[in-house]
């Protein structure tokens, strides 16, 4: 199975991921930083996507 990682340190807060796969990243209220609504989401196409627009190259998925 596919992990999404998340490095809420690099994580810019812009929202990218957010607006592409909004069923999927929200801002932790707790760190202003995206995080996974569902934590063992499947990885979709999508997502992979929204990795890739990532400015800070912090969304990880390990396949
Ligand atoms: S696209 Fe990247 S930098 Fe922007 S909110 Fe999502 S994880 Fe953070």
Known sequence: MSTIII?????NA???CIE???DVFE?????GKAELI???QEV?????QAAAF???KCIEILD
């Open 44 to 48: 979709t196409a999508a997502i992979r």
């Open 7 to 11: 490095d809420s340190y690099l994580c």
């Open 20 to 22: 592409m796969c909004p």
């Open 27 to 31: 801002l932790s209220e707790l760190t």
């Open 54 to 56: 990532c400015p800070e």
């Open 14 to 16: 812009c929202q990218t």
């Open 38 to 40: 569902d934590p063992d």
